[in-house]
Nanobody, 127 residues
């Protein structure tokens, strides 16, 4: 059974930083692309970032480019999201997700490409 457990969320002032972690188990982590999504009440879940199984390629939603960095440690079955220069509009519940299929990842931002999800961690950025 796949388990994805996020941690690292919290309350931070605008301009501050947080580092989210997602510990994975029950899947072939080192051959799975991983993604981060976020959601605010009343809105659809949106793509934030993703990283290929090898960590060679990463993809970002335009509003977080240059501020967020996704990385992974396959030895620890963990994916990270380093968030710098946070803005109030980054406030959301952040979800970790594992690609539905192992191997090649096209960089798609569609949530349907991800088959396993964590429970989410709240990030609140105050102005």
């Amino acid at each position: 059974q796949v388990q994805l457990v996020e941690s690292g969320g919290g309350l931070v002032q605008a301009g501050g930083s947080l580092r989210l972690s997602c510990a994975a188990s029950g899947l072939a982590f080192s051959s799975s692309a991983m993604g981060w999504f976020r959601q605010v009440p009343g809105k659809e879940r949106e793509f934030v970032a993703a990283i290929t199984w090898s960590g060679t390629n990463s993809y970002y939603e335009d509003s977080v480019k240059g501020r967020f960095t996704v990385s992974r440690d396959n030895a620890k079955n963990t994916v990270y999201l380093q968030m710098n220069s946070l803005k109030p509009e980054d406030t959301a519940v952040y979800y970790c997700a594992a690609a539905r299929f192992r191997g090649y990842y096209s960089g798609t931002r569609e949530s349907s490409a991800f088959g396993s999800w964590g429970q989410g961690t709240q990030v609140t950025v105050s102005s």
